[in-house]
């Protein structure tokens, strides 16, 4: 088995509802994103897949995050809270759909350097 990772990152703004704390307040991170990738066979160059492939689809999704205000300007979080958990699982959603060479196998949210959720599915 092969696993790649690729990472990106996007700036925006969020607040947490239902939460009594600081980040009940708006307030923004640079988030840094970790996909991570597997695939069973290589191609004939040597390659599980082209990580330019992966790139971009992970950039189409971090493009329509960045220097947004994720409660009101993305619909996914007007329902679901703007966690880290939350994020995870949008990513990992967006690259399940959008790529098709490699599966997606985790995504990790990094919303400053010393904090992290990841969203993976149970495996059978
Ligand atoms: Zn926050």
Do not use: Q
Not at 8 to 37: I, K, M, P, Q, S
Not at 93 to 114: F, N, Q, T
Request: proline share 1%; net charge positive; aromatic share 12%.
């Amino acid at each position: 088995m092969y696993e790649l990772m690729i990472r990106d990152g996007f700036a925006a703004a969020h607040n947490l509802r239902g939460y009594r704390g600081r980040c009940e307040h708006v307030h923004g991170h640079n988030y840094t994103v970790e996909a991570y990738f597997t695939s069973e066979k290589l191609d004939g160059t040597g390659l599980a897949v082209d990580f330019n492939i992966l790139k971009k689809s992970l950039k189409k999704i971090t493009d329509s995050l960045d220097h947004k205000y994720l409660n009101k300007d993305i619909p996914f979080f007007r329902k679901n809270n703007t966690s880290a958990e939350n994020i995870a699982i949008f990513v990992y959603s967006g690259l399940k759909k959008s790529v098709k060479k490699a599966k997606v196998s985790k995504v990790c949210i990094w919303e400053s350097e010393g904090s992290m959720a990841a969203y993976y599915e149970k495996s059978e």
